[in-house]
Nanobody, 130 residues
Framework: QVQLVEIGGGSVQTGGSLRLSCTAS????????MGWFRQAPGKEREGVAV???????SYLDSLKDRFIIALDKAENILYLQMNNLIPEDTATYYC????????????????????????WGQGTPVTVSS
């Protein structure tokens, strides 16, 4: 099994920044992909960004100029740097992982569903106030 624990959520004002971290443990091995999804109240879970085993990335187009996904493979920690936050970014952010099954460049984040990744964290809430 694989365990994922997210930290770093919180409340910020418009224009602020947050960095989320997700530590992975368990039987993930050396060839894996990870990603961030988010779910706002009353909305479906949507893909934010993914990073594959080659550390290539794919982003939701509307976020790629403000969010950065990064992976520290030595420590099995996934990051999401979120800059210039706006109220529409308010959501619970989920970290997810899976053994390597796809390439990030083949993933259209606008169409990504939670089925893209097998293992999930419990989520960390982010609130952006105006």
């Amino acid at each position: 099994q694989v365990q994922l624990v997210e930290i770093g959520g919180g409340s910020v004002q418009t224009g602020g920044s947050l960095r989320l971290s997700c530590t992975a443990s368990g039987n993930l091995g050396d060839h894996y992909s990870m990603g961030w999804f988010r779910q706002a109240p009353g909305k479906e879970r949507e893909g934010v960004a993914v990073i594959d085993n080659d550390e290539l990335t794919s982003y939701l187009d509307s976020l790629k100029d403000r969010f950065i996904i990064a992976l520290d493979k030595a420590e099995n920690i996934l990051y999401l740097q979120m800059n210039n936050l706006i109220p529409e970014d308010t959501a619970t952010y989920y970290c997810a992982a899976d053994w390597s099954r796809w390439k990030a460049l083949d993933v259209d984040m606008a169409r990504a569903t939670p089925a893209l990744l097998r293992f999930w964290g419990q989520g960390t809430p982010v609130t952006v106030s105006s």
